[in-house]
């Protein structure tokens, strides 16, 4: 993928120097004094030490963006220009409709992360919480794709950010509201169902992201296109399989079949036309 040199988004949030989403207080006298304070104002002491995120041990560095290595800084790098072409797409694309877009944020964090939508652990991967608007990545995860799910290369990682901005736009256009307002009205099977739509239109809408960023800046190179469809063919939901207990995880349901995931990505990459990604109304999906 041409990325190297463009325009970086601005609306990156770097919390790989905190723990947990919250900064960390630091081992000792910190965390004492912090208690003492919390104490004094009325709080129950067991619950702030259960409260307390966990810590490695008392020498524990902080973690921080400092420390990232020059590989992770690239790696950052390439997150914030690939935000910035979907930024440039979307942008467009809701001008053309007469609509306004609204940027998200990306955060991108180490380990485990506190979202409006609820706790959650980098084992669950990259996720969108509608709640805060927010797209949430951990970057260990594009090790994974290499790694654990045999989908290397940095359009496979576009890809992945791609989709997790489908969510976003789900969210502006109101289709995020709707689901969420059938959910009560469903059966657990139907409600699946349902998901599985929002799923493969967020793939769709990466397809239309990768057909839009191509026509205006060329961004694709020989491979890239294999790159994609094997991302979208590894974690369809019949190979990923990450359900985490006791965590909001607003992106772990159902994805469809990778089958399913390649169709609608690759209609979206083809087309570039928003109106061909109706999945809650296609008969067949
Ligand atoms: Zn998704």
Redesign the pocket.
């Known amino acids: 993928m041409r990325w190297q040199g463009r325009r970086e988004s601005e609306n990156i949030e770097d919390r790989r120097g905190m723990r947990g989403g919250a900064m960390v207080v630091g081992g000792g006298i910190g965390t004492i004094l912090l208690i003492l304070v919390m104490v004094l104002l009325g709080a129950d002491p067991q619950q702030l030490i259960n409260q307390l995120p966990q810590q490695p041990g008392a020498g524990a560095q902080q973690e921080g963006p400092a420390e990232a290595s020059p590989q992770e800084e690239e790696l950052k790098k390439f997150v914030a220009t690939t935000l910035a072409s979907t930024e440039d797409v979307w942008n467009q694309l809701f001008q053309e409709t007469g609509g306004q877009y609204r940027e998200p944020i990306l955060v991108l964090f180490r380990g485990q992360v506190q979202s409006a939508c609820g706790f959650a652990s980098a084992a669950v991967g990259p996720?969108?919480c509608p709640a805060d608007e927010k797209v949430y990545l951990d970057m260990s995860f594009f090790d994974e794709l290499d790694s654990k799910f045999g989908a290397p290369g940095d359009f496979a990682q576009a890809y992945v950010i791609a989709?997790?901005i489908?969510?976003h736009v789900q969210k502006i256009m109101g289709i995020s509201d709707k689901v969420a307002a059938m959910r009560g009205r469903m059966s657990p099977e139907e409600y699946n169902q349902l998901s599985v739509r929002?799923?493969l239109q967020?793939d769709f809408f990466a397809g239309v992201w990768a057909h839009r960023a191509q026509k205006a800046s060329r961004i694709l190179e020989p491979g890239d296109i294999e790159e994609g469809l094997r991302a979208a063919n590894a974690i369809g939901d019949d190979r990923l399989q990450r359900q985490t207990r006791g965590q909001v995880v607003p992106?772990s349901?159902t994805?469809g079949t990778s089958e399913q995931r390649v169709r609608w990505f690759r209609k979206g990459l083809e087309t570039g036309d928003l109106k061909q990604g109706d999945t809650f109304n296609a008969r067949e999906l």
């Open positions: 996720f969108y989709h997790e489908g969510h929002v799923e967020a992106d349901f994805h």
